[in-house]
């Protein structure tokens, strides 16, 4: 599976941002979708999944009730719809994906949310 990621910039803390993520080559073999974000000096970590086929959906603490992830099958893509963001989310933000049994193996390249204060 191939993914694009895109949407990520530069906005004010408790601004919004909607990132994309369109995916390609076999993603009828594709299980669930996710989101992960790595900050400057820090180990990259989890951000919100969503399964392909029935959209549940799970999410980090520190993102719950503020970032809500979706997908249009239609369109291979899946989002991350970002609200009331501060400076700790800072980021760059890779969309992932991986099959029934498998880990995510698959990343985008990953784009870059900054947030100022």
């Known amino acids: 599976v191939q993914l694009q990621a895109s949407g990520g910039g530069l906005v004010q803390a408790g601004g919004s941002l909607r990132l994309s993520c369109v995916a390609s080559?076999?993603?009828?073999?594709?299980?669930?979708m996710a989101w992960f974000r790595q900050a400057p000096g820090k180990e990259r970590e989890f951000v919100a999944t969503i399964t392909w086929s029935g959209g549940s959906t799970s999410y980090a603490s520190s993102v719950k009730g503020r970032f809500t992830i979706s997908r249009d099958n239609a369109k291979n893509t899946v989002y991350l719809q970002m609200n009331s963001l501060n400076v700790e989310d800072t980021a760059v933000y890779y969309c992932t994906s991986r099959v029934i049994g498998g880990n995510y193996a698959d990343w985008g390249q990953g784009t870059l949310v900054t947030v100022s204060s």
């Open positions: 080559r076999r993603t009828s073999s594709i299980y669930t």
